[in-house]
């Protein structure tokens, strides 16, 4: 809620001054950052956002968690669909160990460490270690940067200090940056930005590879499948949901 | 001095506005981005550095060169030193690989394909072939939404119409972004990014590690180094350099 109002303002102010910025404080998970990114290509605006999130990944080199999972999202207007870009700098989520755990699988090389700063496959170790960065070094000086990026332009806490999105015992002190930006010489630069993204998908393949994605493709592509066929989910969650439809006298239309 | 005068218009404007930003056109080789950063950390205000480069990096899955090597630059106001990251999106520079190749040396894993898409540790192979993006398929998303991001709001070309910054025969068709920002809560949160860079610094290591280093610490030592003992240059190059000295007729001063 607290980005949607804070689009609706930059929205209006950006028609006037071509670049508005938000940040944004004591707010609490942001979840996926692709729809408010599809909102701001829908208005014919370019956008970027930045968020951090309690301290799960470890500096290159270190043992311990010191830095956020700090998503960054670009959005660029383009036909038929936009170019939304939305990842975690973790190597890997903390939802994705945990569901590794839950199904008993090992985690892919190069994911986490365990808490002596050993890299580990084991989710349960890698659950009292800490996430690695995605890319190595300079991932790792990627997710840095935005932390303090986000971190000095709303005002917001740093490293082990950033509490309240994984619990609703301490108060949230992560930050949201939201920067709204208008595109210069559209509609010539969209009709060429959708000219080179089509380039990039019939894109001549490395051996054993079908086609080059751009990034949000095959998300899209799982969407519209949902759409027809509904949303699989696992066996446990859903017995979960339908205990808590009952404990609290939730009506289900089906 | 493009960049440098858009500096300075940025740095006026930005007392009046919060954040101001520029497209640069028709602007060769940008070089460093870390120089820029500097100046903006010692202005007290947040840089943002992007340009893009000739296509010298294949998408993720496919065989052909197409991105830039798109770097990012992020300059955060921080003591005793500034946060500056610059750094390429490429996993390897083409710099890097020639001087790999003039050495007879082969290039580490996972840096560069062959011209059949095959990942190759030859550079003469990766010469004829692409860089790699650095971190696989989130290092490719990452370097597709700055060239798109960088072309759109600079009104430049894009992928292999980007020309001009390897060769002097060609017109320069790559763009530069550059956005500077107010911190908000000066020098409260200043002081607090100074002590979270501290705290990373002074982390626990993974074994056989000596420090944990913050972006730009390597080359700061290397730069105070240099100052006291002088720059190594490898023996062509000196060679090079004399040549031409001589052949312009320069004289030197030692």
Same mark, same amino acid.
């Given at each position: 809620v607290a980005i949607a109002r804070a689009l609706d303002e930059l929205e209006d102010r950006v028609t006037e001054t071509g670049v508005a910025l938000a940040g944004i404080r004591r707010s609490s998970h942001i979840g996926m950052l692709s729809p408010y990114l599809e909102r701001t290509c829908d208005a014919g605006l370019i956008g970027l956002l930045f968020t951090t999130s309690e301290a799960l990944v470890h500096p290159a080199?270190? %043992?311990t968690a010191l830095i956020g999972t700090n998503p960054i999202g670009i959005g660029i207007p383009a036909e038929p669909s936009h170019f939304v870009l939305d990842m975690a700098?973790?190597?890997?989520?903390m939802g994705e160990v945990i569901a590794h755990q839950a199904r008993g699988q090992e985690l892919p090389e190069g994911r986490a460490i365990d808490s002596e700063g050993v890299p580990t496959t084991d989710p349960v170790r890698a659950r009292s270690g800490a996430l690695s960065p995605f890319g190595g070094a300079k991932g790792y000086g990627l997710a840095l940067g935005l932390e303090l990026l986000v971190a000095t332009l709303s005002g917001t806490a740093l490293g082990v200090d950033v509490t309240g999105t994984l619990d609703r015992?301490?108060? %949230?002190t992560k930050g949201d940056l939201i920067v709204v930006i208008e595109p210069a010489r559209a509609p010539a630069m969209v009709a060429a930005a959708s000219e080179y993204l089509e380039a990039i998908r019939s894109a001549p393949t490395a051996p054993d590879v079908d086609a080059v994605l751009v990034p949000g493709d095959r998300a899209r592509a799982q969407r519209a499948e949902s759409c027809r066929t509904g949303i699989e989910y696992p066996q446990g969650l859903w017995a979960q949901l339908r205990d808590l439809r009952v404990r609290y006298g939730v009506n289900s239309a089906s």
């Open positions: 080199g270190g %043992a700098t973790s190597a890997i989520s015992d301490k108060p %949230a």
